[in-house]
């Protein structure tokens, strides 16, 4: 009788530090773990995050075969430009005179292709969520329409001489507004020739290229002081 009673005994204590240390823990977890309540949203950054939105084309861009006999040039690039930088006119008729654009123009250029009717690749538009196409994107009256001018075309961006260092990633000599979707310009058998990349696959492309900042200040050479010089 006295046998059990020691051994009730040890049972109940036992089982009270179990559960003691069982709730130690748990409390030691609870305070361990700090939620963060007061947590804002981060702002998104446009130019970064429209880096991602065709990502799910890229690797189909890296398979893509180049046709060599239906490329797109620098020099027809800007052919359909008033300017560097400008937007890009229509080079062929419009089907619907009255349309924004949004249900014709994007039938091709949203995603690209190629199209017979024009024995051409569709360029693919980055900014495809901007259905006026319209707006900015006119067809080409160039025949009869506009005389000769002394208008001042300012010359477009060289290729390839852009880098801060022989070897390194180029840098994105124009601006990014209505461009922020590398992919759309860079990749696929659209792409300009000269500027099509050969690593769609890597669609991170602001953690290399970086958008040029042409701000200079004059500066000296710069010339350390030795202890010597600093103490007379």
């Known amino acids: 009788m006295k046998r059990t009673v020691i051994i009730s005994l040890f049972a109940i204590l036992f089982v009270g530090f179990l559960i003691n240390w069982i ?32 990502s799910e084309f890229a690797l189909d861009y890296l398979r893509m075969p180049v046709n060599e006999n239906h490329q797109r040039t620098l020099a027809t690039y800007y ?38 009717k024009f024995n051409a690749y569709a360029p693919v538009t980055p900014h495809p969520q901007m259905v006026n196409c319209k707006q900015c994107h006119v067809e080409q009256q160039t025949q009869n329409t506009f005389k000769p001018s002394n208008f001042y075309k300012k010359p477009a961006p060289a290729v390839g001489v852009n880098n801060a260092l022989p070897g390194s990633p180029p840098a994105i000599p124009h601006q990014l507004q209505m461009r922020e979707n590398c992919l759309s310009c860079h990749a696929g058998p659209a792409a300009v020739k000269e500027i099509r990349v050969n690593h769609p696959d890597r669609i991170n492309c602001r953690q290399c290229h970086v958008p040029i900042k042409r701000s200079y200040e004059n500066a000296s050479l710069f010339v350390r002081a030795n202890a010597n010089t600093a103490s007379k």
């Open 23 to 54: 709730y130690s823990y748990q409390k030691g977890l609870e305070e361990a773990y700090i939620p963060i309540s007061e947590e804002k949203e981060v702002p998104i950054i446009p130019s970064e995050k429209a880096v991602f939105e065709r």
């Open 79 to 116: 052919q359909n430009r008033a300017y560097s930088g400008a937007p890009p006119s229509i080079p062929h008729a419009v089907s619907d005179k009255r349309t924004m654009g949004g249900k014709v123009c994007l039938q091709c250029h949203e995603n690209g292709g190629f199209v017979d």
